[in-house]
């Protein structure tokens, strides 16, 4: 079934009507920028082949109604407070909602929303940007509002830092906003501007999700997210004008480094030498050559490994395999981390027969598999025609 039949069947089945608008959103991988883009570094991602697609239809009551087929309904007729528990989902949309009604959005009456995804969950692949880019799109529609990309990026990521109360940088809803079938997203998080890099379509992306999530996975990003500005802080008492890490180059901070907390000294060292990492990448994919970036993504695991201490020992065991195998070429942990996938980028010379041996390798040592996911890097957010 495809996209548009799933989610109004999903609505009408919810909602006993027909939908006026329909709107999909890709999930995403980081590729290489880890933990880089709240630190105003630059980061790539692709967008991928699974996300979220939501149906929309407005109504002349005051009510907001939030039906899928993974999370609880949600009901309330007011908009701009929070949901809690298991009714947290709606949150999304309704954060977007609200970020868009301080864009310009004219409230009236209200909404009933149905939303479908193909992202599992809690694999770092980004659901949550999927459904609120998708929301965004349908919103924009269904209320003539017109906003650009790069506007709808950044009121989803508002959204998730004010509504949903996440710190995000604004890597998960650019990359959803502005994939492009066959093209990395580059995103420069300081300018916040995007672009798109071509990779070429022999060239895919694997995913090894792990099902293994650390129980605090929220306040470890929480923490890490302070340990850089704390870094920031730290290298200003010592003398430098900065603001940010990416203010700082990899020789400054060298020079400085043994001076900071130890903790903090790791924290800032692995964003430095990333952000110099996504310019190496960038360099080589400006010049066609795919194949050679595979080294800069095993270096960028290993720093989480060892320096930002995101990774956890499932990552580190799926990338170790991976990096022995010529036919892929690179792997690394994709996203906050403490659990979740590893990614791989490979050419058409890895196959699911590859893929099988690492997950069986994988159960060899952890007793279960991890699912593996084959994904086309692809669009990003858009609307559906309604058939
Ligand atoms: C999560 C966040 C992103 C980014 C990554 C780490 O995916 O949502 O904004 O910080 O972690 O690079």
């Not at 099902?211 to 302070?226: D, F, G, I, P, W």
Request: aromatic share 8%; glycine share 8%; proline share 3%.
């Amino acid at each position: 079934m495809s996209h548009s039949d799933s989610v109004t069947s999903c609505f009408t089945e919810h909602f006993q009507s027909q939908p006026q608008f329909l709107a999909t959103a890709p999930g995403r991988v980081e590729v290489i920028g880890n933990h880089t883009d709240y630190n105003q570094g630059p980061v790539i991602g692709a967008a991928i082949d699974k996300g979220v697609s939501v149906a929309l239809r407005r109504i002349d009551e005051r009510a907001f109604r939030f039906a899928s087929s993974d999370f609880p309904f949600v009901e309330t007729n007011d908009s701009s407070s929070k949901q809690n528990g298991d009714d947290a989902w709606a949150n999304y949309p309704l954060g977007v909602y609200n970020a868009l009604i301080r864009r310009g959005l004219q409230q009236s009456g209200g909404f009933e929303i149905a939303v479908k995804s193909d992202v599992p969950s809690g694999a770092g692949l980004s659901s949550s940007a999927a459904l609120e880019l998708a929301s965004a799109k349908a919103f924009c529609a269904a209320y003539e509002l017109e906003l650009s990309d790069k506007e709808l990026a950044i009121a989803c990521r508002e959204a998730e830092n004010e509504f949903v109360g996440v710190p995000c940088g604004i890597l998960d809803q650019g990359v959803s906003a502005f994939g492009k079938t066959g093209h990395l997203v580059h995103i420069d998080c300081r300018e916040i501007e995007f672009s798109t890099i071509p990779l070429g379509s022999e060239y895919s992306i694997w995913i090894f999700n792990t099902h293994q999530k650390h129980s605090l996975v929220e306040s470890m990003y929480a923490t890490r997210h302070e340990e850089c500005f704390e870094a920031v802080k730290q290298l200003e008492s010592l003398g430098l004008d900065i603001s940010y890490l990416a203010d700082i180059t990899p020789q400054q901070f060298e020079a400085h480094k043994d001076r900071l907390s130890p903790n903090v000294r790791k924290r800032a060292e692995h964003v430095v030498c990333e952000i110099e990492r996504v310019k190496q990448v960038c360099a080589l994919l400006a010049e066609g050559k795919v194949s050679e970036v595979g080294g800069l993504l095993f270096d960028s695991h290993e720093s989480s490994r060892t320096l930002f201490e995101n990774s956890i020992e499932e990552l580190d065991y799926l990338v170790s395999i991976l990096k022995s195998m010529p036919e892929v070429i690179g792997a690394r942990l994709t996203g906050g981390g403490f659990g979740g996938a590893a990614m791989a980028l490979a050419g058409e010379a890895f196959t699911q027969s590859y893929a099988q041996s690492v997950a069986s390798a994988y159960r060899g040592r952890f007793g279960e598999e991890p699912d593996v996911l084959h994904c086309q890097v692809s669009e990003g957010a858009r609307l559906l025609s309604i058939s």
